[in-house]
């Protein structure tokens, strides 16, 4: 699934973690606010900052 190396930064990195086990835990993937949480961000728009900057690095 990975095409090519993209260089996270460490929240990223925790974000996609989040993301990951919360499919496996659950069979989806995590709310922006329960995302939020887990990483340490209050803000939901931060948190969609992050995941913005991820999909525009993979395509």
């Known amino acids: ?5 993209v260089h996270l930064s ?3 990195e ?3 973690t989040r993301i990951r086990q919360s499919i496996v835990d659950r069979g989806q ?3 922006v ?6 990483v340490g961000l209050r803000s939901k728009g931060a948190v969609a900052y992050h995941l913005r900057n ?6």
């Open 33 to 38: 606010a329960e995302i939020g949480v887990a």
């Open 54 to 59: 991820h999909a525009v690095d993979r395509f």
């Open 29 to 31: 993937g995590p709310t």
């Open 1 to 5: 699934m990975n095409r090519s190396p």
């Open 10 to 12: 460490e929240r990223e």
């Open 14 to 16: 925790q974000i996609l």
